[in-house]
Structure formats: structure tokens, C-alpha cells
């Protein structure tokens, strides 16, 4: 909240840094890799960013335009196409059959309270893991984590234990594309 993403940005690019966000199908998380003579100042950074993140809304519907690109390209790529019929084919009523992309609807519902509910619902004490790897110095990790996870509340874990009940018969999906061109 100390900082707007363009002095963030600015931060991170004259120390020659790298910060960003991931997820999958199981996870969340941020990414530093940094040069080792800036670990300090980074360290902080990284810490606000986690703990207090600003969440534009202009930001946000950059990245929903980009998912929502990656949605549409999705129909281009019979891989992924196979990959995500035989997850909604073998997990059916689990979390796992649905597209780790979204859906046009899922995305058009989303603005910035619900990513704020969500990134509280989610980063808690029970959900926390760091990893630090390289030439760092340890003392200075480990109270960056420590100060961090003070600021998170002891919340739920996210793990949930759903029902798998395998397809009890063969499945045979098909798809067709009139595309003149498939990759």
C-alpha cells in the first residue's frame, strides 16, 4: 500500500529483479529471484507486496483481458483441448474437471473485491509455505518470512477433501474444429 505497481515496477527493474505471481491448480504464490547485494532491500519489497497488495483495478482488468485472450487461443491447441476433456471426464464433480483458465463467465463475474476476499481467504497461516534458494543470507529471510506471516490470519487451510469417483465405464470424447489451421 506504500507503493503504486509503476514504483514498484521501477524498484524492482533498477536492482535487475524479477517478481510475479503464479498459481495452479493448487496453488498461489510469489516469485523473487534476485541479485545477491540487493536481498535487503528486496526483502522488503517482497514482504509489502505479499502483505499488503494494492490490488488496482486497472491492473485487474489487464489481467482479466489476458486470460480471457488465453481462453480464446485455448481453442486453437488441440492438446490443451484433449487435456482439459479427459480432467472433466475422469474428475467430474471435483474441482480438478474444471479449466484452470476460467470460463468467459467466470472472468466477467470477477472484479476487485472478489480477488481481495479471495487472496485473504487464502493467505493464512495454515496456507503458508516459502521457499528461499541460492546465496542468501538466512537470518535476513527468516525475518522477512516471520514479520510476514504476522500479518496473515490464522485462517483455514485450503485443503479440502472432495469425493473422486472415477468414470465407471469407458469414455470416448470427440471434438471437432472447423479451423482451417491447427497447430
Known amino acids: 500500500k506504500n507503493r503504486t505497481e509503476e514504483q514498484i515496477n521501477l524498484e524492482i527493474e533498477q536492482m535487475a529483479a524479477s517478481l510475479g505471481a503464479f498459481s495452479g491448480r493448487n496453488t498461489m504464490g510469489l ?3 534476485i541479485l545477491q547485494p540487493y536481498q535487503a532491500k528486496m526483502s522488503e519489497l517482497f514482504a509489502e507486496v505479499l502483505t499488503q497488495p494494492i490490488w488496482p483495478k486497472n491492473g485487474i482488468e489487464r489481467e482479466k483481458k489476458l486470460q480471457m485472450e488465453q481462453i480464446r487461443t485455448k481453442a486453437d491447441n488441440p492438446s490443451q483441448i484433449a487435456v482439459q476433456n479427459f480432467m472433466s471426464s475422469l474428475f467430474t464433480s471435483h474441482p480438478y474437471s474444471r479449466d484452470i483458465l476460467g470460463s468467459k463467465e467466470s472472468l466477467t463475474n470477477i472484479g476487485q473485491t472478489e480477488v481481495k476476499n479471495y487472496f485473504s ?3 493464512t497461516k495454515k496456507n ?5 534458494a541460492g546465496n542468501f543470507d538466512r537470518q535476513l529471510w527468516l525475518d522477512c518470512i516471520e514479520n510476514s506471516v504476522k500479518h496473515f490470519d490464522v485462517g483455514q487451510s485450503a485443503r479440502q477433501i472432495f469425493d473422486f469417483h472415477p468414470p465407471d465405464k469407458d469414455v470416448c470424447i470427440t471434438s471437432h474444429s472447423d479451423k482451417a489451421q491447427s497447430h
Open 31 to 33: 516469485s523473487l529471484e
Open 121 to 123: 481467504r487464502l493467505t
Open 128 to 132: 503458508a509455505y516459502f521457499v528461499v
